[in-house]
């Protein structure tokens, strides 16, 4: 009998060490576990293929199928920076763009900056980018965590808290412990710790004492996360690591770690989480340059400041009747002496240019009768154009004095040269023919606009009157305007 008690008794005791050890040797796995990054870009980083001379704007790097180096994609903005060694100085710059692969020769590629980068490095020199992202654990309470419980967060790799990125884990990158918040507040109102490649948290009050809690644990965030698990103020710090020698446009996979302990340190729930990083996506698409330039006439007794209301002078074409201009003539009519016969085109150009569009003109020569050699005055001299825009445009000559000349107006016609105003003898709008002779190439800036153009409209007007003594005869000259869209 009494050898019976001692084996119910041994036996209870064993059965007790045993729920014991199993309950701590099979902790249970939290539920609803992620690990949402901001980004999943893997950083980028790649030794030199070459020296890079001083004042450079890019330089060729290694991109070796199956390595570390394969697929280092740098795009547009990037910070880039080029470690120093012996005999060179630390750089960073921003870069532009980077070729296809292959290019400009067999496993390199080049990366393009938007600047020099002065001073010099030598082949082998890492050039890299870190990309940081905020890392938002989320999970589900299994058995409750006691006020003074701890959640570790555990990632990959050994320890790297460095500022460069890693081919193996995700650099802590000097993160601070005030980047590391939660929803439930009090899930790290006890204090946190980062010692990489783990942070752990110690909770300031009981989760999930009556139900299983839902945790977010936030890391990169400086202002408060909400019970959505929103941050409100994004800091990123983690460093994304390196491309590991996978295909591109096949996600590397990092495996992290969660884990809910009592005040004793002793494990209570545990899951593992896989995130994967891989390349972002660069799209594109091409909008084709374009340019429309139109040149219409105006009908006789056209009133050119209602034709375009940044006309302010009130000209009215009076060539006569059934002499309207086209898009490729102008006549100016029957000419007398005392009288200003005015006729006009229109200009209009529409662009995507960047900088926008100019117009110039040139004239082939005289207002001339090739008949007699004899040729209505100008603003010329008999060599033509001196420079661009010179002589300058003059209003036209007190009345009996032969003169012919052209006139732009409008929004984007430069009223110092020409003058905003109307066609009269001795005083108001400016007039020029601007004809060049032997070899020279000069032209009158008829119209100006830095911006992209839609239907900007210029007038032109050509204006001619004769003295009573001008020879008979049919007198001509032509014109040609050239729209130059700025990219």
């Known amino acids: 009998m009494e050898f019976s008690k001692r084996l119910t008794i041994a036996s209870i005791l064993l059965l007790c060490l045993f729920l014991v050890f199993t309950a701590k040797s099979y902790a249970a796995s939290l539920a609803n576990t992620s690990d949402t990054l901001t980004t999943s870009r893997p950083s980028a980083s790649a030794p030199l ?10 330089v060729t790097v290694i991109d070796l199928p199956t390595t570390v180096y394969n697929s280092a994609l740098w795009i547009a903005s990037d ?3 080029l470690l120093n060694d012996t005999g060179q100085t630390l750089s960073t710059a921003t870069v532009a763009s980077m070729s296809a692969a292959n290019t400009p020769s067999s496993n390199v590629r080049t990366v393009f900056f938007t600047g020099q980068v002065s001073n010099t490095h030598h082949a082998g020199t890492t050039i890299y980018t870190s990309i940081t992202a905020t890392h938002i654990i989320k999970f589900t309470t299994v058995n409750p ?5 701890k959640i570790q967060i555990t990632f990959p790799g050994s320890a790297d808290n460095s500022a460069s990125p890693s081919a193996t884990t995700f650099a802590f990158n000097n993160l601070g412990t005030s980047a590391v918040i939660c929803n439930p507040t009090t899930a790290c109102s006890g204090g946190v710790s980062v010692s990489a490649p783990s942070i752990t948290v110690t909770t300031g009050a009981a989760i999930g004492n009556s139900s ?3 945790v977010y644990l936030a890391i990169g965030c400086t202002g408060t ?6 941050c409100s103020t994004y800091a990123p710090a983690l460093i994304n690591p390196v491309k590991a020698g996978v295909t591109s446009g096949t996600a590397t996979t990092w495996k ?21 990083t891989v390349e972002a996506v660069q799209v594109q698409g091409t909008v084709e340059p374009s340019l429309t330039f139109t040149i219409t006439g105006l009908a006789n007794g056209t009133n050119i400041t209602t034709q375009n209301a940044s006309c302010t002078g009130g000209d009215v074409t009076n060539p006569g009747v059934g002499l309207d201009a086209t898009s490729t003539f102008v006549n100016l009519g029957s000419l007398g002496n005392g009288v200003i016969n005015i006729s006009a085109q229109e200009l209009s150009v529409s662009t995507n240019g960047a900088y926008g569009y100019s117009i110039t003109a040139t004239s082939s020569g005289r207002f001339i009768n090739p008949s007699t050699g004899f040729f ?17 445009p003059i209003v036209f000559l007190a009345t009996g004095n032969a003169f012919f000349g052209i006139h732009p107006c409008g929004a984007d ?3 110092a040269t020409w003058a905003n105003a109307a066609t009269a003898f001795g005083s108001g709008a400016k007039y020029s023919n601007p004809f060049n002779t032997g070899v020279n190439g000069y032209y009158a800036n008829i119209a100006n606009y830095a911006a992209p153009a839609s239907a900007r409209k210029t007038e032109v007007e050509y204006a001619a009157t004769v003295a009573s003594t001008t020879p008979a005869g049919v007198y001509s000259t032509v014109l040609t305007y050239v729209a130059t869209a700025n990219f």
């Open 49 to 58: 293929s070459a020296d890079q001379a001083a004042n450079a704007t890019q």
């Open 413 to 415: 016609v430069t009223t």
């Open 225 to 230: 996360v909400s019970a959505s698990g929103i």
């Open 145 to 149: 965590i006691p006020s003074g419980g």
């Open 79 to 81: 910070s880039a920076v």
């Open 376 to 392: 209505l005055t100008d603003n010329m001299s008999s060599t033509g154009l001196t420079a661009v825009d010179t002589p300058a």
């Open 212 to 214: 299983p809690a839902t």
């Open 256 to 276: 992290v770690t969660v884990t809910t302990k009592n005040a004793s340190d002793v494990e209570l729930d545990t899951s593992s989480i896989k995130i994967g």
